[in-house]
């Protein structure tokens, strides 16, 4: 994965530029950029958005099942961390994850009028499975079918399944770096599970993915 450089600067009220201690952000993130993963899953760093909050870092993913990284993507996502000290009060605290994770599924679940539970139950249960405590949670799922007809209507229907979350980490002082790599190691396992691999052996640890 590239570098995190874990700071921004920000304008201020008046005019002004305020430039806020990058310090305390950049040693939380740390444990970002060697987090264990599946080796499916493929992380990036990429622009942050920057008027969401004054500290900010982005990564996206890929679950490519082959050995060939050129090969497509069967799921595919991005994931934000925010930070504010000032805490919003719709945060419940000073960090947020913006997160998006799609993929596409069999034909049958753009039938299964629970299909937006069960996506929203894979989150939680990556959460939960992680040991990570989590706030503030909310989101959307999307199931979209497409069918294609005159022309195209050799092509057989499609369903993609999108789960956009938010919530907020609730870290441990001291333990900001090793709580934050868990909610992105949470949130690559429910990419994953989207991709449609089975959950790993019970004992076997994940390696690093590959960054690119």
Known sequence: MSRISGSRSRQSASGGTDVPDASFFGRAIAGLR?????????????????????????????????????????????????????????????WRVVSYAKAQMEPEVGHDPLAGQA?????????????VGWAAAAGTVTCVTSESFGALSSRAPSVELEIRASWTPLLTTGRESAELAAHLRAWGDLLCTLAGLPPLPEGVIALSGSRR
Do not use: K, N, Q
């Not at 082959?66 to 000032?86: I, K, N, Q």
């Not at 996506?119 to 040991?131: C, K, Q, R």
């Open 119 to 131: 996506g929203w139950s894979w989150l939680t249960d990556e959460l939960d499975a992680a040991g």
């Open 34 to 94: 060697d987090v264990g993963t599946r080796a499916e899953l493929v992380l990036e760093e990429v622009p942050a958005p920057t008027r969401l909050a004054p500290h900010a870092v982005a990564l996206s993913g890929e679950v490519i099942t082959s050995h060939d990284e050129d090969d497509d993507a069967v799921a595919t996502g991005r994931f934000v961390l925010l930070h504010d000290p000032d805490e919003p009060e719709p945060w419940e605290g000073a």
